[in-house]
């Protein structure tokens, strides 16, 4: 069984009475009840020692669901190199909404990862634009969320390695929403939907691509990886 840690800044929904609302129990738990019958889940939060990402804990570790916003600078660098060399040795990341700001995030694509936003974005399709990859499996060709927060080009992300989804918003803007990215041994999924006063984690079509998500990025067996001089 896959086992996943999701990690969750746990701020919003304690600070927030509209995002309290949404996820009283905090978006680490909705996410949680979401995949807990298929894989072994633990959470994790900012304010646990360590942010709940002991060495122990990523090292047990599948693949790591990240959900940031309002608090990015209080993640500690230590925490955040544990993570980028656990990606490196093979853990999956999925990247959620404003986790595109993270310092993990930013420090696995090299570059500002910023971006345009609307917080009333009003309609939102996401077209499936890759619809022979994994995490597109079982879903019509968009999927649609009648309220979001609009997140617009130009992202200044490297150029993902697929593109899985593409959204619509009802302002004309456009924005790449599902980004496949390697990074060492480590598989990386950014996924956008999911704005914290907002149901978003409560549609079927969104927990599918969760789910999918988590089954591409665990890790795989490989050949040996060996470095340095040989004789």
């Known amino acids: ?5 999701i990690w969750n800044e746990f701020r919003h929904e304690q600070e ?11 978006i680490h738990e909705a996410l949680a009840g979401v995949l807990e019958d298929d894989h072994e889940v633990r959470t994790a939060t900012l304010d646990e020692p360590e942010h709940g990402l002991t060495e122990d804990v990523l090292e047990s570790t599948d693949v790591l669901f990240w959900w940031g916003h309002i608090a990015h600078d209080e993640v500690d ?5 544990r993570v980028q060399e656990r990606v490196l040795e093979g853990m999956g990341l999925i990247v959620l909404h404003s ?15 910023n971006l345009q936003w609307r917080e009333d974005g009003g309609q939102e ?13 079982g879903l019509e060709e968009s999927i649609e969320l009648p309220t979001t927060e609009m997140y617009g080009e130009p992202f200044d992300v490297p150029e993902p390695d697929r593109l899985v989804f593409t959204s619509w918003f009802e ?4 924005f790449r929403s599902g980004c496949c990215y390697r990074r060492g041994n480590g598989r990386i999924f950014y996924f956008r939907p999911g704005h914290e006063t907002y149901p978003i984690y ?7 691509v969760l789910r999918n998500a988590v089954d591409w990025a665990s890790p795989t067996a490989g050949s040996p990886r060996t470095f340095g001089e040989r004789e």
């Open 1 to 5: 069984m896959v086992a996943v840690t």
């Open 16 to 26: 927030d009475e509209d995002a309290a609302a949404v996820y009283p129990d905090g």
């Open 77 to 81: 660098d230590e925490i955040v190199d």
């Open 99 to 113: 986790g595109h700001f993270s310092k993990v995030f930013k420090r696995l694509m090299g570059t500002t990862c």
């Open 125 to 137: 399709r996401l077209w499936v634009v890759d619809p022979g990859h994994p995490i597109a499996d």
């Open 171 to 174: 302002g004309g803007e456009v």
């Open 202 to 208: 409560e549609d079927e079509e969104i927990q599918r």
